[in-house]
């Protein structure tokens, strides 16, 4: 069974980049072309995608962040992972990593737990 | 940069048929997906590609999309199904509507 699991610092200073990681298990991030997917969701808000890469590196952004944004993968570590430069408190969030039920597609039916990211100093 | 508008809030009674709704400019074009939140959990693909549910998703969630909307019908609904639920489509970017929050009472 496929699960994903993000992982990084939970208090990021403002201005910093905020960096996390999302392994997948019980199957490779290679072996399909799903575009893997990264979310996040400010308190008490909606969600919001921020981008999403596929095995091979290709990347969507989500116009809004693409400026601050790099999503990148390591197929043998069986992880993607998302960068976010010059961080305000805005950026405070639940970042979750996802992928999508179909190759080629964008909705996503399995997430990873989320994992909360402060910004503040 | 396109945008989905939801309601904020639909109230239901035990039993009864709950739609939540999505609008966005040329929807039905599109495909829209549907999740469910509950309160601190991860979100749950509940509908994809308008109108499919994926596996272990109960019958009685269904969706529709034609013209500019898209809806999420909840039938019978139960205690179990107040969350929060969000709309998604693709236009150049993935789009998120902003929420509904469905209340069972």
């Known amino acids: 069974q496929l699960q994903l699991q993000e992982s990084g610092p939970g208090l990021v200073k403002p201005s910093e980049t905020l960096s996390l990681t999302c392994t997948v298990s019980g199957g490779s991030i290679s072996s399909s072309s799903y575009y893997w997917g990264w979310i996040r969701q400010p308190p008490g808000k909606g969600l919001e995608w921020i981008g999403s890469i596929y095995y091979s590196g290709s990347t969507y952004y989500n116009p809004s962040l693409m400026s601050r944004v790099t999503i990148s993968v390591d197929t043998p570590k069986n992880q993607f992972s998302l960068k976010l430069r010059s961080v305000t408190a805005a950026d405070t969030a639940v970042y979750y990593c996802?992928?999508?039920?179909?190759?080629?597609?964008?909705?996503?039916?399995?997430w990873g737990q989320g994992t909360m990211v402060t910004v503040s100093s | 940069s396109y945008e989905l508008t939801q309601s904020p809030s639909v109230s239901v009674s035990p039993g009864q048929t709950a739609n939540i709704t999505c609008s966005g400019d040329k929807l039905g074009h599109k495909y829209a997906s549907w999740y469910q939140q509950k309160p601190g959990q991860s979100p749950v693909l509940v509908i994809y590609q308008d109108s499919k549910r994926p596996s272990g998703i109960p019958e009685r969630f269904s969706g529709s999309n034609s013209g500019n909307t898209a809806t999420l019908t909840i039938s019978g609904t139960q205690a179990l199904d107040e969350a929060d639920y969000y709309c998604?489509?693709?236009?150049?970017?993935?789009?998120f509507g902003g929420g509904t929050k469905l209340t069972v009472l």
């Open positions: 996802a992928r999508p039920e179909g190759t080629g597609t964008i909705s996503f039916d399995i």
């Open positions: 998604q489509a693709w236009d150049s970017s993935v789009v």
